[in-house]
């Protein structure tokens, strides 16, 4: 026995040896690659993705968790959570108001409440919390400053922009762009068809363009080409913090908003994970990241910093939702171009 001790002893050392690199190798396999052992969240959404990847990267950096964004229309979006019902891919929707209350009708996300949801003011989130509201983006007047300093009064309801028929109106296209196309339903929703058919045949004549895009009027404006663009925040504080000459004026009679929020994927196998996300976006770190990025959105949350930087005192929300369904949305359109868009000035 004593023949073979030195080869046993020989073995086992041999044994630790090549226990202990393996365990080395693989420690450092895992500092080499570590998305290995990283955690992950799949977000569905309708967003620009230019905008959700600067919060995906914080997320990651601060939390070591990887967001998956997968960007898509929002028909594509519904359809690929029905057809995953069964077994989700998703774990978390970002996108506005409409589609989350449309994923909801179809029983595909979960309710989900917290202390950062509790602080969220009702109006921006679902009654049984199925989704929450993380920020909005309101229509405003963008005005040309030489055309303000020439006013007796400023222009602080919707009715006045029509007082002054010289006044020159730039607005993006109703069919353009989705918070465009909220404002018009809005005003239905809020002041009925029949008046709000009138108030827009009435400012047709004052319209010097309806514009693809929702800066071209904001432009114009600080171009002196049009007088007052009717536009979104987050536009008109871009131009002006380019130092284009306009004033932002929110309309005292109420205005429509774009609201972004988001939801828990009914099903998801990382729950605990995607809720943390969720709790995550209603907080300072993920609002200042947007706002020191450019994106001038006002968060839900009123106890974030970036909240109080907004004259949210002076923001009167039309809180009218409206109902319409597609087709009724299609009629709608179909009858402003007719009776409005086409018609001779």
């Not at 895992?30 to 230019?50: A, C, F, H, R």
């Not at 809180?319 to 359109?333: A, G, I, R």
Request: with cysteine; charged share 20%.
């Amino acid at each position: 026995m004593r023949r073979y001790l030195p080869i046993l002893l020989i073995a086992f050392f041999v044994l630790v040896i090549v226990i202990a690199g393996s365990t080395s190798l693989q420690g450092y396999a895992d500092k080499q690659n570590p998305e290995k052992s990283m955690k992950s969240i799949n977000v569905y959404t309708t967003l620009p993705i230019e905008q959700l990847s600067l919060l995906a990267q914080e997320y990651e950096k601060s939390k070591n968790v990887r967001i998956n964004l997968i960007p898509l229309s929002e028909q594509d979006l519904l359809t690929r959570i029905q057809v995953e019902k069964a077994a989700p891919h998703a774990d978390v929707i970002i996108a506005n108001r409409a589609l989350l209350e449309q994923a909801q009708k179809i029983n595909t996300i979960a309710p989900y409440t917290s202390e950062q949801i509790d602080i969220i003011p009702d109006r921006f989130k679902d009654a049984n919390n199925y989704w929450t509201g993380l920020w909005y983006d309101p229509i405003v007047f963008a005005v040309n400053q030489d055309y303000l300093k020439s006013l007796p009064k400023l222009p602080t309801k919707w009715n006045d922009l029509t007082l002054d028929n010289k006044c020159r109106i730039g607005i993006t296209d109703f069919l353009a762009a989705e918070a465009s196309a909220n404002l018009f339903y809005t005003l239905l929703s809020a002041n009925g068809e029949t008046q709000t058919f009138a108030y827009l045949k009435k400012l047709h004549p004052q319209i010097v363009q309806y514009a693809k895009f929702l800066t071209t009027p904001i432009r114009m404006a600080g171009m002196g080409e049009v007088d007052i663009a009717i536009a979104t925040q987050n536009e008109t504080i871009h131009y002006m913090n380019d130092k284009f000459p306009i004033a932002l004026l929110y309309p005292e009679d109420g205005t429509s908003f774009i609201l972004t929020g988001a939801a828990l994927i009914a099903g998801t196998h990382n729950e605990s994970e995607s809720k943390e996300f969720i709790d995550w976006l209603l907080q300072d770190i993920a609002q200042s990241t947007l706002y020191t990025n450019n994106f001038y959105y006002v968060p839900t949350n009123p106890e974030t910093l970036i909240y109080k930087y907004y004259d949210t005192k002076n923001i009167k929300l039309w809180d009218k939702k409206e109902n319409f369904s597609f087709e009724q949305k299609s009629q709608l359109l179909d009858k402003w171009i007719k009776t409005v868009r086409l018609a001779s000035k």
